[in-house]
Each structure stands twice: as structure tokens, then as C-alpha cells.
């Protein structure tokens, strides 16, 4: 059985920084794209940044400069620095894996940016 479980999620100052982690079992990550997604209530899911086997990496524009994500194969993890949190931060972040057709989802860790 494939899981994929995030952490690291927490309430955090405008400006502040957390550390996503997302730990996956059932699979290899080496061969997969590995992704963070967001989504806030009230609003359409959305990519922030993902990573292809080979490391290259897109991130969404509202990131760029702030977030970073990277992969540990040999710790089958994907993690998401986020530095310089913003309100619009604020959502439930997903952790994604996907090589071709096949497609797993964790079930998030929420992330709140408020003074």
C-alpha cells in the first residue's frame, strides 16, 4: 500500500519559515516526480513546486525566490522550505508522486500564516 504522509504543517508568523516533509512507503520516490500542492478553503488546488527524477525543478511564480523544494532518495523524502511567509500562504499543503498514469496523494498538513 502506497502512502505518502506530510508533515511539518503549524501556525507561523507573517515572515516566518517552516520545513515541509513528505515521507513516502509503498514506493521508490527515485523514479517519480515528486510535488507540493496547496489548496486554500474556498479555493481550486494548486501546484507550488515539483521535482522530476532528475531534480529539475518548477515552481509556481507566487514562490519563486521564497519556497524551495527538494528530494532525498535514499530517504524516500521530498521536503518544501518555506522562508518569508506570506497570509496568502495560508492553505493545506499536499505531497504528490506521479511517473506516467500513476498518481498518489498524502492526505496534507495545513500551514497558517497569521499575526
Known amino acids: 500500500q502506497v502512502q505518502l504522509v506530510e508533515s511539518g504543517g503549524g501556525l507561523v508568523q507573517p515572515g516566518g519559515s517552516l520545513r515541509l516533509a513528505c515521507v513516502a512507503s509503498g514506493i521508490r520516490i527515485n523514479m517519480y516526480t515528486m510535488g507540493w500542492y496547496r489548496q486554500a478553503p474556498g479555493k481550486q488546488r494548486e501546484l507550488v513546486a515539483d521535482i522530476t527524477s532528475g531534480s529539475i525543478i518548477n515552481s509556481a511564480d507566487s514562490v519563486k525566490g521564497r519556497f524551495t523544494i527538494s528530494r532525498d532518495n535514499a530517504k524516500n523524502t521530498v521536503y518544501l522550505q518555506m522562508n518569508n511567509l506570506k497570509p496568502e500562504d495560508t492553505a493545506v499543503y499536499l505531497c504528490?508522486?506521479?511517473?506516467?498514469?500513476?498518481?498518489?496523494w498524502g492526505k496534507g498538513t495545513p500551514v497558517t500564516v497569521s499575526s
Open positions: 504528490n508522486s506521479r511517473f506516467g498514469v500513476i498518481n498518489y
